[in-house]
Structures are given as structure tokens and as C-alpha cells.
């Protein structure tokens, strides 16, 4: 039987490629985000490129900014896809926030999108989880988790947070029979940033996704991508002396 997931941050990057991904390899699609125009044009496309008359796919729109509405603006979903064995917590924003010149309210948007907002998510999801005896909690953080970046510090505050979080709700939800999977891209190519393309070992996000889903798929704790060359030079994020990192960050 078909496999069911739900991707918020689905209507561009990351997620819409994840979204892609999994329809190509059967699943029923859960598709959240702001923007529901896209999310309509990304279900056509589905349809259109994976034409599959017994696939369900719904969407819903969707602000984790909104942390105390994400439950019940999920809850419609959940209900339409019946059950729902994996949830990719994926939306997030990145900000140029370099530290004191005034942007206070932009390190507290990235923190409220990515650390809260993932956070309602991931409660909304476990929920139901604990509901019907099982399911995978996926969080899409990133390298920055890993290793400080100097103009980015709400940004990597809140995926290491995230991922901090990931970590207790794995060891916490073990005998819940709820697996939970962290994913830390490096860099892809999409519009989070301007200019991703000037960043070392850029993927397209279609790569990104591939990469993400098997990962998923052999219920992996943990996984970068692209792991070309991310895997090998993991074990040196976070111990990188500052000085070397001023030159090359
Ligand atoms: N691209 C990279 O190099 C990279 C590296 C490491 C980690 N990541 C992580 O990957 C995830 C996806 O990013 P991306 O690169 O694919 O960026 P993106 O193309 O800008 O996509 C971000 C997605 O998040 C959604 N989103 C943003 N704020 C939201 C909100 N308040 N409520 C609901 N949805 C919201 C957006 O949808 P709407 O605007 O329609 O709501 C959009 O679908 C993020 O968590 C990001 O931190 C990306």
C-alpha cells in the first residue's frame, strides 16, 4: 500500500522538489505552505507528470508564524489523507542579520519561522502520530547547525535549536514507535538566499530532494546532503579555529 507524507514548505525550493520526489516514488502528498496558488500549480503538475488516478493530494495553507493554528490547520489534512506515516517539517527563512545594526525584528522572524514554527509543526505531527501508533518525524535543519556563520547567527541559533530539539524528540518518542530523522543540507539552489549559486558544492534542489527521500526511505537518524563532499567534512564543522573561518566565511 502507498505510503502518505506531508511537506510543509512546499510551494518552492526544498520542499516542492521533495514533494516531486515522492510522487515519483508513489506516496500520497500532504502540501502545506502560504502560498496556496502554488501549491494548486505544484498538484497539477504532480498530476501531469506522475499521472496516478489513485494518488490523493491535498493541500492547505499554511503560516507557522501562526504557532497556536498550526494543530488545527493541520488537523483537516490529516483527516483527508487518513493516515499519515511521515511529516517533513521543512518551512523556513534565512535573513542577513548581522549584529547590532538594528535588525532585532528580522533575527526574531527567522527564529519565530524556524525554531517555533517548526516546533508547533513537529507537536502537531507527533500528535497524531501517538494517535494512531506510529510515524516518522523528519526536520530539515542545516549545516549551520553544526558551524557558527558570522552574519547568520539568529539563522544558525535556530537550526541548532531545531536540531536540538529533533534530538530529544528522537531518544523521547523511540518506544512510540515514532522515528525521527534530522536532514542538513548544505547548500542548494534555491531562492532562500540570493545568489546561492556563489556557494561552495551547490546542488539543484531536485538533488537535494532525491538525496533527502532516501535517506528518509531507510529511516536514517541523520543525514546531510549533498553527501558529496558534506559527509567528510562534517566531523570539522563546529571545531573550525575562528581565525580560519574569518578568512574563509
Ligand atoms: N537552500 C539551502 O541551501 C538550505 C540549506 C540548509 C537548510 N535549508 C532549509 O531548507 C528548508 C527549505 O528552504 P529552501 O531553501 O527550499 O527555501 P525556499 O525556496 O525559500 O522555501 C521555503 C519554504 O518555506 C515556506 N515558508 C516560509 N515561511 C513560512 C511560514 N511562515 N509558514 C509556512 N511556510 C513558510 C515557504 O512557503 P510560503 O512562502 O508559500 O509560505 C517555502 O515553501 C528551510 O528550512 C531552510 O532553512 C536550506
Redesign the pocket.
Known amino acids: 500500500m502507498s505510503k502518505t507524507v506531508l511537506i ?10 521533495l514533494a516531486l520526489e515522492f510522487a515519483a516514488r508513489g506516496y500520497h502528498l500532504g502540501l ?5 496558488d ?2 494548486a500549480q505544484l498538484r497539477a503538475e504532480v498530476q501531469t507528470q506522475h499521472p496516478d488516478p489513485a494518488r490523493r493530494i491535498a493541500i492547505v495553507a ?5 504557532p497556536e493554528a498550526v494543530a488545527s490547520t493541520l488537523r483537516p489534512l490529516f483527516e483527508a489523507l487518513g493516515k499519515v506515516d511521515i511529516v517533513v ?6 535573513r542577513f542579520t548581522p549584529i547590532g545594526r538594528g535588525k532585532l525584528l528580522e533575527q526574531a522572524q527567522v527564529i ?3 525554531l517555533i ?2 516546533i508547533a509543526t513537529a507537536e502537531a505531527a507527533v500528535e497524531h502520530f501517538l494517535g494512531q501508533g506510529a510515524g516518522q518525524l523528519v526536520g ?5 547547525s553544526l558551524q557558527a556563520i558570522p552574519k547568520q547567527g539568529a ?1 544558525c541559533a ?2 541548532a535549536g531545531f536540531s536540538m530539539y529533533l534530538d530529544a524528540a528522537r531518544i523521547e518518542l523511540k518506544r512510540k514507535n515514532i522515528a525521527v530523522c534530522q ?11 540570493p545568489k ?1 549559486e556563489k ?1 561552495p558544492f ?1 546542488v539543484s ?1 531536485a538533488q ?1 530532494a532525491r538525496e533527502s527521500v532516501s535517506l528518509i526511505e531507510k529511516r536514517k537518524e541523520f543525514g546531510v546532503v549533498p553527501a558529496y563532499p558534506w559527509r567528510w567534512l562534517r566531523p570539522f564543522f563546529g571545531h573550525i579555529p575562528d581565525a580560519l573561518w574569518r578568512k574563509l566565511a
Open positions: 510543509t514548505g512546499a510551494s518552492s525550493g526544498i520542499g516542492r522538489a502545506a505552505a502560504r502560498r496556496l502554488l501549491l499554511l503560516d507557522v508564524d501562526q517539517v521543512n518551512a523556513g527563512v534565512n519565530q519561522t524556524n514554527g517548526a530539515v535543519s542545516s549545516l549551520a539563522y535556530s537550526k536532514i542538513l543540507p548544505g547548500f542548494v539552489l534555491t531562492d532562500i538566499v546561492m556557494y551547490a534542489a537535494a
